[in-house]
């Protein structure tokens, strides 16, 4: 008889591991979240998350991706991002990666009538207008867009470039954050250009790290590192 109890017992504990681990299989993947600080003001936090609009997040609250307002200092605010504690200064962004490998993130843009890639993306969480470019050695921007994305530019290593339209004032800077589709590279080399620029330029800062394919009017963008 006790040895049947015991079979009974060994049963159980088997059946509930399995539910454990299906319920697991269910869950799947972590994703990672993306968090850009924009504003600050009476105890709340302008930010946008995952590329979505701009919203206002109050101190000790936590959003439905996860992210939660700890406290706010002086110029920025201190998060929690998917268990992982984070200090944003305005114009900074960052991006919890989750279980799965942010490397297998992808884009994916269609050429338009004249065979060009124009995508929406974002320079720090500043929606922008890139045109692909894989005869720009950076990341080329205006400085509207420049200043719409919070890059302060003016501290940038200032340079004289040649361009189709003449000799062009710009400044070298680092954009903490370029993201097209789901792909979101950090730390990225760019120029910021004197004259007007109809998009930013994607440029090989960025391109460098991704693996391109183009299969007719599509061009899929795969980030390596």
Do not use: C
């Amino acid at each position: 008889m006790a040895t049947g109890f015991m079979g009974v017992g060994r049963t159980k504990r088997s059946f509930h591991s399995i539910v454990v681990l299906l319920g697991l299989a269910l869950v799947g993947p972590a994703q990672a979240t993306d968090v850009a600080l924009v504003g600050m003001y009476s105890g709340k936090a302008l930010v946008i998350i995952d590329g979505g609009k701009p919203r206002t997040i109050p101190v000790g609250t936590r959003t439905p991706e996860g992210v939660k307002l700890m406290s706010l200092e002086e110029g920025a605010a201190n998060f929690e991002i998917d268990g992982h504690n984070r200090r944003l200064t305005i114009g900074q962004h960052a991006v919890s990666a989750g279980s799965d490998s942010a490397s297998s993130a992808t884009a994916t843009l269609t050429a338009d009538a004249n065979g060009h890639f124009i995508t929406i993306g974002t320079i720090n969480g500043a929606p922008t207008r890139f045109l692909v470019d894989t005869g720009a050695t950076m990341v080329a921007l205006s400085v509207a867009d420049a200043t719409r994305a919070n890059v302060d530019y003016q501290r940038g290593e200032q340079a004289m470039v040649m361009t189709a339209n003449g000799p062009v004032r710009v400044w070298r800077v680092v954009l903490n954050s370029v993201r097209v589709g789901d792909v979101v590279v950090n730390q990225v080399n760019a120029s910021v250009q004197e004259n007007n620029l109809p998009f930013a330029l994607l440029g090989m800062s960025f391109l460098n790290r991704m693996e391109m394919k183009r299969d007719g009017s599509t061009m899929t963008l795969k980030k390596r590192f």
